[in-house]
């Protein structure tokens, strides 16, 4: 058997070897020239925009919430406050064992299942060097129960924050509002950079009104922090500016005396100065304590409140809307005198009813018997209805119209609080364009005596009154009366006339003495409450129907559901010399504003003009 070698090709192997180190070298080449490009690109091409992405890595930028300011009344009682709320947090990473811990927090704290739960999921979306709150809202007990007991929790703590408070609960909760966690509808129409530390937003009253005052500015500080997000230390910080604090017109005394007199029912009472249209007190009853909805209301109390038929929930004062009733009369008597289609001589005969040339209907008089022959003065004092149904007519509803409006019936009073109402003035206008008719004769008649179409809410009736009290300066009612900023300075806020109403002085004298003789003189529907005054009194009642009666049908209070019942009406105004208190009263299905309403009125005048209520006789 023969072997045949195989002689190896030197040759043909060096060449191959070469030919892999050249591509090899190349290949290095090309890899470290693709590197040093790369660098260059990164730090050279981009290197302030990776210095900057460097820079925020190591650096952030944390907000530092403002303190709110605060609000008083006119004699420096604290409304709205910021007090510090207790809270227990757990910071994950140096509790030994969560759910032990847990456990044992639960013998010594409150910790009900939404806590749990809550705690629960802020835990998956937090960081585990981040505290993480599991009680809001701790008592004092709660903090000294933990307090003493602090040592067996490692990892667990108090925490305080600064919340907002209202130290006189209910009094006054309509006007002043709450403040409430902000939402994100909320958060899209303010400067979200300027609510980045915030939780917190003014929803109603004074409080959502003047929120950017109140609020303040933002404040920053640059924290250093290492890979995990966990701060090392504070480069520089600026601190947040506070908001102002707000000093009301409102009286608190007053506004007590006010809800106390309305408590038991549902209604409301308006102060105003008349002079310049601040607003004394603005009670609306039932009233509600906003204490609980600044951090949250729980949903049973939220829904008793909700789903009260006395809803405490709504501001009577701004947003209830009632028929004006016999208040209205002074004002078209006003209008009357200016148009000329009356004088305080011209007498009609009132035998109980009114009707209109040509008809059978028969618009009936309060008092049934009627009040023999009337004039101008005695149809105020006792409130006759056939009266104004004449005087109505004769003026027409284009005057009536025009003339109401200058007192602001049928728009909004433009008060420095939010949640306003208008009301309603009737017109041919607004009835063609609403219900596409046209205006008849009769309803002429009953805007002559505040019924039919007609509504004001509680603040445009003391708005009228303060205007008739100022004898035609229509001032703008408002809440705050000056500003303090956190410097110390403060800045007043002026009133504002928005309207003057024609009339001559004469006129003027008339219809005010007849108001003077609704309260003082002996036959005005409002006398009682002149007895032990040490102060004059300008006023008018008035009695608003809830439902119609038909051309036969008497009124029958037994007979009546209590909630279809007459609302009572009272607006009044004093000293009659120099007026520096205008009130409105409306107490729902109360009957008789001179029973009803108007004692209630004495006595708010009696706390702003005393400095006490004076005790009245009872009927």
């Given at each position: 058997m023969s072997h045949r070698l195989t002689l190896k090709d030197h040759q043909r192997e060096a060449r191959l070897f070469a030919n892999r180190v050249v591509a090899a070298t190349v290949l290095v080449l090309a890899l470290v020239l693709a590197l040093?490009?790369?660098?260059?690109?990164?730090?050279?091409?981009h290197h302030a925009y990776f210095t900057t992405l460097s820079h925020d890595n190591r650096v952030q930028i944390l907000p530092l919430a403002p303190t709110r300011g605060?609000?008083?009344?006119?004699?420096?009682?604290?409304?709205?406050?910021?007090?510090?709320?207790?809270?227990?947090?757990?910071?994950?990473?140096?509790?030994?064992?969560?759910e032990q811990t847990l456990r044992d927090l639960r013998r010594i704290i409150a910790i009900g299942p939404a806590d749990l739960s809550r705690f629960r999921r802020q835990l998956r979306r937090k960081r585990?060097?981040?505290?993480?709150?599991?009680?809001?809202?701790?008592?004092?007990?709660?903090?000294?129960?933990?307090?003493?007991?602090?040592?067996r929790f490692p990892g667990v703590d108090i925490e305080a924050r600064l919340i907002r408070y209202y130290p006189l609960g209910t009094r006054a909760a309509h006007v002043i509002g709450y403040v409430g966690r902000?939402?994100?509808?909320?958060?899209?129409?303010?400067?979200?950079?300027?609510?980045?530390?915030?939780?917190?937003?003014?929803?109603?009253?004074?409080e959502s009104y003047y929120e950017d005052i109140l609020h303040g500015r933002v404040g920053y500080q640059q924290v250093e922090t290492n890979a995990g997000g966990r701060i090392l230390r504070v480069l520089e910080r600026t601190p947040p500016v506070p908001g102002n604090d707000l000093h009301l017109h409102l009286d608190m005394k007053v506004q007590e005396v006010a809800e106390d007199q309305l408590a038991g029912k549902r209604g409301a009472i308006v102060a105003i100065d008349p002079r310049d249209g601040a607003l004394i007190a603005a009670a609306s009853m039932p009233s509600y304590d906003p204490n609980p909805f600044v951090q949250g209301i729980d949903v049973k109390a939220y829904r008793e409140l909700r789903d009260s038929p006395d809803r405490p929930l709504f501001n009577r004062a701004l947003r209830g809307q009632y028929p004006p009733g016999s208040t209205i009369k002074p004002l078209v008597a006003l209008a009357g005198l200016e148009y000329g289609v009356t004088t305080p001589d011209h007498s009609v005969y009132c035998p109980g009813w009114y009707s209109l040339k040509g008809s059978s209907?028969?618009?009936?008089?309060?008092?049934?018997?009627?009040?023999?022959?009337?004039?101008?003065t005695r149809a105020i004092?006792?409130?006759?209805?056939?009266?104004?149904?004449?005087?109505?007519?004769?003026?027409?509803?284009?005057?009536?119209?025009?003339?109401?409006?200058?007192?602001?019936?049928?728009?909004?009073?433009?008060?420095?609080l939010s949640g306003e109402r208008s009301g309603l003035l009737a017109s041919r206008a607004w009835k063609r364009r609403v219900r596409n008719l046209p205006w008849f004769p009769g309803e002429t008649l009953i805007t002559g005596i505040g019924q039919g179409f007609t509504l004001v809410t509680p603040l445009q009736l003391a708005e009228a009154v303060t205007t008739l009290a100022s004898r035609g300066h229509r001032y703008r009612p408002h809440m705050v009366a000056s500003m303090t900023t956190p410097d110390g300075k403060t800045q007043p806020l002026e009133p504002e006339v928005v309207d003057t109403v024609p009339g001559r002085p004469a006129a003027w004298d008339i219809v005010i003495h007849a108001m003077n003789q609704v309260v003082e003189g002996a036959h005005g529907t409002a006398r009682r409450i002149s007895k032990g005054a040490s102060y004059s009194i300008a006023g008018k009642t008035g009695t608003a129907q809830v439902f119609g009666l038909g051309q036969d049908q008497r009124y029958d209070k037994s007979k009546v559901a209590e909630?279809?019942?007459?609302?009572?009406?009272?607006?009044?105004?004093?000293?009659?010399?120099?007026?520096?208190?205008?009130?409105?009263?409306?107490?729902?299905?109360?009957?008789?504003?001179?029973?009803?309403?108007?004692?209630?009125?004495?006595?708010?005048?009696?706390?702003?003009?005393?400095?006490?209520?004076?005790?009245?006789?009872?009927?």
């Open positions: 040093v490009a790369r660098l260059v690109y990164l730090q050279v091409v605060l609000i008083f009344d006119r004699n420096g009682t604290l409304v709205a406050d910021n007090r510090p709320s207790f809270g227990l947090e757990v910071t994950p990473e140096q509790v030994p064992n969560l585990r060097f981040e505290g993480v709150p599991i009680r809001l809202r701790l008592s004092q007990e709660e903090v000294a129960r933990f307090a003493v007991n602090r040592y902000i939402n994100e509808q909320e958060l899209r129409e303010v400067d979200s950079s300027n609510y980045s530390a915030t939780r917190y937003i003014g929803k109603v009253g004074v209907h028969r618009y009936r008089d309060w008092k049934r018997g009627g009040h023999g022959t009337v004039n101008l004092v006792e409130s006759c209805d056939v009266y104004f149904y004449d005087l109505a007519f004769s003026l027409g509803i284009d005057h009536l119209h025009e003339f109401l409006a200058h007192f602001g019936l049928g728009k909004k009073t433009g008060i420095d909630r279809l019942q007459d609302h009572a009406l009272f607006m009044a105004f004093a000293p009659v010399e120099a007026p520096t208190i205008a009130v409105a009263v409306i107490v729902e299905n109360g009957g008789h504003g001179g029973s009803a309403a108007s004692p209630l009125a004495r006595a708010v005048m009696d706390q702003y003009l005393l400095g006490k209520v004076i005790p009245q006789e009872q009927p």
